[in-house]
């Protein structure tokens, strides 16, 4: 499928496919099992924004810590978020005045809506008896934990655990490029974890997941036997 769509301020370009698949595995006089599968996947794309715009910010989290925006040339609704700036070498880069990780500009790290889906649905028969479930999933797009920064900052998540013995031992390069490494102290602990709110992809996740949606059980009543009742399943 493709779909065209035009905003207010610009336009969204769709493609993508969906499969379904039913089947009967088993089937027998007293026993049946039904199975129906599908997925489906869509490429999202902006188009093109208002003249003289090339991104718009939708939404952002408190403080900027993460931004949804909508680019030109990129899905709807990207996650945008600042980092701990690396060198071609993957070491981190310190400001040696500060000690701290220099921070990048935001840049785009993931989707926020999922780009594949699927859904898978059992349905199990034995005489009047049925039992059915779906399980429903979404897969490729990322979410920002608002709570995981503020959990961080007061020394409650595990990433703040090293250095809380003997100091933290940092290591890399400073902005010049030569070999950088410095201790913080115990005491100076709380402040630097605290900087970590700056760095938004380190609370950034897999969105992906699949889940047990729906569960039925039924049974069938002898329909004669209630005729003056006009009820017929439970």
Do not use: C
Not at 13 to 35: A, L, Y
Not at 48 to 54: D, E, I, K
Not at 143 to 169: C, D, I
Not at 200 to 229: E, M, T, W
């Amino acid at each position: 499928f493709r779909s065209n769509v035009i905003l207010n301020v610009g336009e969204m370009d769709n493609k993508g496919i969906e499969v379904q698949i039913n089947g009967t595995p088993i089937k027998s006089s007293k026993f049946s099992w039904n199975v129906n599968y599908n997925i489906a996947y869509n490429d999202n794309k902006v188009v093109r924004l208002a003249p003289g715009l090339s991104t718009i910010q939708l939404a952002a989290t408190v403080n900027n810590y993460g931004l949804l925006n909508n680019t030109e040339g990129m899905s709807f609704g990207t996650i945008y978020a600042t980092q701990m700036q690396k060198n071609a070498n993957g070491q981190v880069v310190f400001n040696s005045t500060t000690n701290l990780p220099v921070a990048t500009p935001y840049v785009p790290l993931g989707k926020s809506v999922a780009p594949v889906t699927m859904g898978l649905t059992n349905e199990f028969r034995y005489k009047r008896f049925s039992l059915s479930f779906l399980l429903d999933g979404k897969f490729g797009n990322k979410v920002f934990s608002e709570m995981e920064v503020y959990a961080t900052r007061l020394g409650l998540t595990k990433m703040t655990l090293p250095g809380r013995e003997n100091g933290l031992v940092l290591n890399g390069v400073d902005q010049s490029g030569n070999p950088y490494t410095h201790t913080v102290p115990v005491s100076g602990l709380r402040t630097y974890y605290d900087n970590y709110k700056i760095y938004s992809d380190l609370f950034l996740h897999d969105g992906s997941f699949v889940n047990l949606r729906q569960v039925i059980l039924s049974y069938n009543l002898p329909a004669l036997n209630l005729k003056a009742l006009h009820i017929q399943s439970a």
